[in-house]
Structure formats: structure tokens, C-alpha cells
């Protein structure tokens, strides 16, 4: 079992050593920019190191809008971000879901997904997975209720379209923790990457506010148990620091035998 957790972009392999995470994820660039992303320095060295590499899109991104001036640069910082990632050896690149906005039609932002896709093959193709993820807020949003999400396949299942379980954005989603894990893969069938994070926000709440394991609202035997029922990696995006994230895998490693 690959457990890990969000870190600094700065120096991603020592902040690993740092936790003893067998995986890191990091931005690449702001996450509330549409710059590029630069070359690393560190590029062979995080090729070479048996550290798993995950990097997550800026949050700015959103494929689903109807806005052009956002879907647009979307799509093209969605591409860059891929490239950057694959050229650093990363094993797949996360993006939220998305949301078309009050008012909108939601049909359209599935339809916006699918187009995103297609402009990505237009362009060579993804060079590596790419893993949507599940939101907590924005009852307009194309990856909050599973029924949704289900529609959001329909888009873009075809093509290869990875998943990534976030336990905190589901719980303040609206969705059930227990049995979760089967009833994502009724819709997806995959799993690539759990984000294993407590919430502050209480169910339902729509709050996208993570917490260290065993300290929100979240049973942390649920957050295992879908780690378990999954066999994905698993990354903590959760507050504390270095110190706080140790504890944090230490006990995901513990009891999920990891």
C-alpha cells in the first residue's frame, strides 16, 4: 500500500524523507494562476526516485464552465499541466471536477468534459492519467453527487478519464462513506488515488475543509476501510505540517496493514 501526502513543491523528495511517504503530491505552479509550468531542476532526480509522483492541477481550472474565458485557458493549462507532469515521471495528475455555475444548465459542463478530452487528443494526447476528482461544494457541480458523476462518465469514460476518491469531499458532499468504494466503481470502475482526509465541515455541510485523521467528523475506521476496499495510493492533503501528515500515515499505514 503507496501512502503519502501533499507536500511543498519546493523540495518534494525531502519533504517525502520527512513523513516516509511512499508518495508525494504538489502543485506545480500557483494554484490560483494559468501559468505554465516551468522545467524542474530536480526532473531526473523525481524520474529516478521510488517515489510515487502525483501533481494536482491548479484549482482554477475548470473544463466545465460555460465561460470561455475560463473553459478555454482550462483546456490548454489542463494539457500543460499533463505534459509537465509526465516529463517529471508523475503517475497521474488531479483535477477537481468542475462546476458550470448558478443558473447554468449542467449538461453542459458534462458536454464541456468530453470536449476537453477530445482537444487533449487533438493536441497527441494525455501522456499520462488523468484523475478527476470528487468535489464537496457547488450544488452545480459536475463531481459532488454521485448521480452527477455518473452523468460525467457517460462524457468521458471512453476515454481512459481516471479517478480520485477524496474521502473529505465526499462526506461534506453528501455522500455516505460506508460501501463508497463500490458504488464509485459501479460508475467509474477505477479508483487510481484516494485523498485521505478528515473534514471539518459536517456532512452535507459543502465545505471543502480538511482535517488531520481522527479529528473532524469522519470516523477514520471509514476512511480506511476505503482505502482497503480500493487498493489505490493514498495521499493526505492534511493540515500540520510535516508533523501533523506523519501522524496522519502513520496511522493509515497501521491499520490498513500499508
Same mark, same amino acid.
Given at each position: 500500500?503507496?501512502?503519502?501526502?501533499?507536500?511543498?513543491?519546493?523540495?518534494?523528495?525531502?519533504?517525502?524523507? #520527512?513523513?516516509?511517504?511512499?508518495?508525494?503530491?504538489?502543485?506545480?505552479? @500557483?494554484?490560483?494562476?494559468?501559468?505554465?509550468?516551468?522545467? %524542474?531542476?530536480? #526532473?531526473?532526480?523525481?524520474?529516478?526516485?521510488?517515489?510515487?509522483?502525483?501533481?494536482?492541477?491548479?484549482?482554477?481550472?475548470?473544463? #466545465?464552465?460555460?465561460?470561455?474565458?475560463?473553459?478555454?485557458?482550462?483546456?490548454?493549462?489542463?494539457? $500543460?499541466?499533463?505534459?509537465?507532469?509526465?516529463?517529471?515521471?508523475?503517475?497521474?495528475?488531479?483535477?477537481?471536477?468542475? *462546476?458550470?455555475?448558478?443558473?447554468?444548465?449542467?449538461?453542459?459542463?458534462?458536454?464541456?468534459?468530453?470536449?476537453?478530452?477530445?482537444?487533449?487528443?487533438? @493536441?497527441?494526447?494525455?501522456?499520462?492519467?488523468?484523475?478527476?476528482? /470528487?468535489?464537496?461544494?457547488?450544488? /452545480?457541480?459536475?463531481?459532488?453527487?454521485?448521480?452527477?458523476? $455518473? %452523468?460525467?462518465?457517460?462524457?468521458?469514460?471512453?476515454?481512459?478519464?481516471?479517478?480520485?476518491?477524496?474521502?473529505? *469531499?465526499?462526506?461534506?458532499?453528501?455522500?455516505?462513506?460506508?460501501?463508497?468504494?463500490? %458504488?464509485?466503481?459501479?460508475?467509474?470502475?477505477?479508483?487510481?488515488?484516494?485523498?485521505?482526509?478528515?473534514?471539518?465541515?459536517?456532512?452535507?455541510?459543502?465545505?471543502?475543509? *480538511?482535517? /488531520?485523521?481522527? /479529528?473532524?467528523?469522519?470516523?477514520?475506521?471509514?476512511?480506511? $476501510?476505503?482505502? %482497503?476496499?480500493?487498493? $489505490?495510493?493514498?495521499?493526505?492533503?492534511?493540515?500540520?505540517?510535516?508533523?501533523?501528515?506523519?501522524?496522519?500515515?502513520?496511522?493509515?499505514?497501521?491499520?490498513?496493514?500499508?
Amino acid at each position: 500500500m503507496r501512502i503519502g501526502a501533499h507536500v511543498d513543491s519546493a523540495e518534494p523528495l525531502v519533504e517525502a524523507a #520527512a513523513r516516509g511517504a511512499d508518495a508525494v503530491q504538489f502543485f506545480l505552479t @500557483d494554484p490560483q494562476g494559468y501559468k505554465s509550468p516551468v522545467p %524542474r531542476d530536480d #526532473a531526473e532526480q523525481l524520474r529516478a526516485s521510488e517515489v510515487d509522483i502525483y501533481i494536482h492541477a491548479p484549482y482554477i481550472v475548470n473544463v #466545465a464552465s460555460p465561460n470561455n474565458r475560463i473553459r478555454i485557458p482550462s483546456r490548454k493549462l489542463l494539457m $500543460a499541466h499533463a505534459k509537465a507532469a509526465a516529463e517529471i515521471g508523475g503517475k497521474g495528475l488531479i483535477v477537481h471536477g468542475g *462546476h458550470v455555475g448558478s443558473g447554468a444548465d449542467l449538461a453542459d459542463g458534462f458536454t464541456n468534459w468530453r470536449k476537453a478530452f477530445e482537444y487533449a487528443a487533438k @493536441d497527441g494526447g494525455l501522456p499520462l492519467p488523468v484523475l478527476i476528482e /470528487n468535489t464537496a461544494g457547488g450544488d /452545480n457541480a459536475c463531481a459532488r453527487r454521485f448521480d452527477d458523476l $455518473a %452523468r460525467l462518465w457517460d462524457a468521458v469514460g471512453e476515454f481512459g478519464a481516471g479517478f480520485c476518491l477524496d474521502t473529505c *469531499h465526499a462526506f461534506a458532499g453528501g455522500e455516505d462513506l460506508t460501501g463508497i468504494v463500490d %458504488r464509485v466503481k459501479s460508475i467509474t470502475g477505477r479508483i487510481d488515488l484516494i485523498h485521505a482526509n478528515d473534514s471539518k465541515g459536517g456532512f452535507d455541510s459543502g465545505q471543502d475543509r *480538511h482535517d /488531520n485523521l481522527g /479529528n473532524g467528523k469522519i470516523d477514520p475506521e471509514l476512511v480506511v $476501510a476505503a482505502i %482497503r476496499a480500493a487498493g $489505490a495510493p493514498a495521499i493526505v492533503e492534511t493540515p500540520g505540517g510535516a508533523d501533523g501528515q506523519t501522524a496522519d500515515i502513520a496511522l493509515l499505514r497501521e491499520r490498513t496493514g500499508g
